[in-house]
């Protein structure tokens, strides 16, 4: 690749209706998989620079630059299968999902196939996510395990925690560690176990722990969107099985992350 593409690369961005990425210099896509390293709404007046990056194989390394591209109506990860299809061709297949706000690293796979595979490594706890979450508060104990029975009302888009089982009634389990506590928040840690819509913000809601910037759930901090970021995904290529990690981080610089300096600093030296 010469000078100048890499160039033209390292300038060139994707703007879809405050999603925001752009294509690294260097960047590769999978015949079978793509992850997106960083993906997230962002206000109208914001400024970022995110890394949209296609993994593996070096072979197939994209020479191709992405344009500029912006659409009125969006739905976070529906508009990115949209945009990834139109840019590559063929059918894009989501196999998680983020909820809407929230950022951070994402996976799509290229084939039906590769999409199964997935799914079945999600279902059989192969397919690792965990989360970073500023909340108010300082969870008790500092770690360990939520379980909880989460009923999703579709009427008013929340997701609650119940007692008793019944229908549409499932339930949820997750572990934590809390990183930091600071000026009366944290940060914590995420493992998820289970997938259930808004299954972090309500579990951590219930117990008085709202997600900053989440007032669906109670939170009162307006200077932030709800504080949620998909850290770090673990799970095995779907052909080769070879085991793979991606991680992205949020920008430390602006809150509510900022808050908590000791974190960023460790993981800026990792």
Same mark, same amino acid.
């Given at each position: 690749?010469?000078?100048?593409?890499?160039?033209?690369?390292?300038?060139?961005?994707?703007?879809?209706?405050?999603?925001?990425?752009?294509?690294?210099?260097?960047?590769?896509?999978?015949?079978?998989?793509?992850?997106?390293?960083?993906?997230?709404?962002?206000?109208?007046?914001?400024?970022?620079?995110?890394?949209?990056?296609?993994?593996?194989?070096?072979?197939?390394?994209?020479?191709?630059?992405?344009?500029?591209?912006?659409?009125?109506?969006? @739905?976070?990860? &529906?508009?990115?299968?949209? %945009?990834? !299809?139109?840019?590559?061709? =063929?059918?894009? $297949?989501? *196999?998680? #999902?983020?909820?809407?706000?929230?950022?951070?690293?994402?996976?799509?796979?290229?084939?039906?196939?590769?999409?199964?595979?997935?799914?079945?490594?999600?279902?059989?706890?192969?397919?690792?996510?965990?989360?970073?979450?500023?909340?108010?508060?300082?969870?008790?104990? @500092?770690?360990? &395990?939520?379980?909880?029975? %989460?009923? !999703?009302?579709?009427?008013? =888009?929340?997701? $609650?925690? *119940?007692? #008793?089982?019944?229908?549409?009634?499932?339930?949820?389990?997750?572990?934590?560690?809390?990183?930091?506590?600071?000026?009366?928040?944290?940060?914590?840690?995420?493992?998820?176990?289970?997938?259930?819509?808004?299954?972090?913000?309500?579990?951590?809601?219930?117990?008085?722990?709202?997600?900053?910037?989440?007032?669906?759930?109670?939170?009162?901090?307006?200077?932030?969107?709800?504080?949620?970021?998909?850290?770090?995904?673990?799970?095995?290529?779907?052909?080769?099985?070879?085991?793979?990690?991606?991680?992205?981080?949020?920008?430390?610089?602006?809150?509510?992350?900022?808050?908590?300096?000791?974190?960023?600093?460790?993981?800026?030296?990792?």
């Amino acid at each position: 690749m010469s000078a100048t593409e890499i160039d033209l690369l390292n300038k060139k961005s994707l703007c879809v209706c405050g999603v925001c990425a752009a294509l690294s210099a260097g960047s590769f896509l999978s015949d079978y998989l793509i992850c997106i390293k960083s993906l997230f709404r962002i206000s109208p007046h914001a400024s970022c620079l995110h890394i949209f990056r296609h993994i593996l194989p070096k072979s197939s390394l994209i020479h191709k630059v992405l344009p500029a591209v912006s659409l009125s109506q969006c @739905d976070g990860q &529906e508009d990115m299968v949209s %945009l990834l !299809r139109n840019q590559l061709g =063929g059918t894009i $297949y989501p *196999v998680h #999902r983020l909820d809407r706000n929230v950022g951070g690293v994402m996976a799509f796979a290229r084939t039906a196939g590769a999409a199964s595979v997935l799914s079945g490594e999600i279902a059989d706890g192969g397919f690792v996510k965990r989360y970073l979450a500023a909340v108010k508060g300082a969870p008790l104990p @500092d770690s360990g &395990e939520m379980t909880d029975l %989460l009923f !999703r009302d579709s009427v008013s =888009g929340r997701t $609650y925690v *119940v007692k #008793r089982p019944r229908k549409g009634v499932r339930e949820a389990r997750l572990a934590y560690r809390t990183l930091e506590s600071a000026e009366e928040k944290s940060l914590v840690l995420v493992r998820l176990y289970t997938g259930r819509t808004h299954q972090i913000r309500a579990q951590f809601a219930s117990r008085g722990m709202p997600l900053l910037g989440d007032g669906k759930y109670g939170s009162r901090d307006k200077k932030c969107d709800t504080a949620l970021w998909s850290y770090r995904l673990t799970f095995a290529h779907p052909v080769s099985g070879e085991p793979l990690e991606f991680e992205s981080l949020p920008d430390f610089s602006q809150y509510p992350w900022s808050v908590f300096v000791n974190t960023c600093r460790q993981i800026s030296c990792k």
